[in-house]
């Protein structure tokens, strides 16, 4: 079964620091564009970063460049969002989605909700 | 980046047929044909329904339809079921290896 397992939300305090993983399993993850998207609660989705198949490309929304930082390790399947200065407005639930090259995104994981927090 | 335009709710009856609409840019909806919808029920992922404007994935019904014109994308589905009822969201490539989401549309079904 193709899927998407994201994990390491939690509460956070402001100017803090959040490492999250999303484990594929069921696809050859090396072949795919991977995207991260968020959903502040009550609200619509957001695109936050995306990443080419070997790791060499990252691409940003603006609110977050130079505080957050998309990777991954092709050996261990994994995707990762490491997400530093982190602000009341990073508040959300985060995604990590499968790319139809960087256009469209067709495998979703279940979530894994930050709270940004005193 | 400014998120693309939807209306925030649509609504029909059961087995008629209900259009969202995606407005944006001559940057992002209106370059490339590249736009995609989602559908999102309540506390769940979202899900692709529609890619590269009017293509359908596997296992997604034909009542599920898209198109463009201009700068406007639109998601018709026909013949409406309880079921459908959900949030869509438009998205479209917007260059430079960056996407942009509309705000999200309420489909209620009567």
């Known amino acids: 079964e193709v899927q998407l397992v994201e994990s390491g939300g939690g509460l956070v305090q402001p100017g803090g620091s959040l490492r999250l993983s999303c484990a594929a399993s069921g696809f050859t993850f090396s072949n795919y564009w991977m995207t991260w998207v968020r959903q502040a609660p009550g609200k619509g989705l957001e695109w936050v970063a995306n990443?080419?198949?070997?790791?060499?490309?990252?691409y940003y929304v603006d609110s977050v460049k130079g505080r957050i930082t998309i990777s991954r390790d092709n050996a261990k399947n994994s995707l990762y969002l490491q997400m530093n200065s982190l602000r009341a407005e990073d508040t959300a639930v985060y995604y990590c989605a499968r790319g139809v090259g960087v256009r469209a995104f067709d495998i979703w994981g279940q979530g894994t909700m930050v709270t940004v927090s005193s | 980046q400014s998120a693309l335009t939807q209306p925030r709710s649509v609504s029909g009856s059961p087995g008629q047929s209900v259009t969202i609409s995606c407005t944006g840019t001559?940057?992002?909806?209106?370059?490339?044909?590249?736009v995609s919808w989602y559908q999102q029920h309540p506390g769940t992922a979202p899900k692709l329904m529609i890619y590269d404007v009017s293509k359908r994935p596997s296992g997604v019904p034909d009542r599920f339809s898209g198109s463009k014109s201009g700068n406007t994308a639109s998601l018709t589905i026909s013949g409406l079921q309880g079921e459908d009822e959900a949030d869509y969201y438009c998205c479209s490539y917007a260059g430079s290896y960056t996407v942009l989401f509309g705000g999200g549309t309420k489909l209620t079904v009567l």
């Open positions: 990443i080419k198949q070997d790791g060499s490309e990252k």
């Open positions: 001559s940057s992002d909806v209106g370059g490339y044909n590249y």
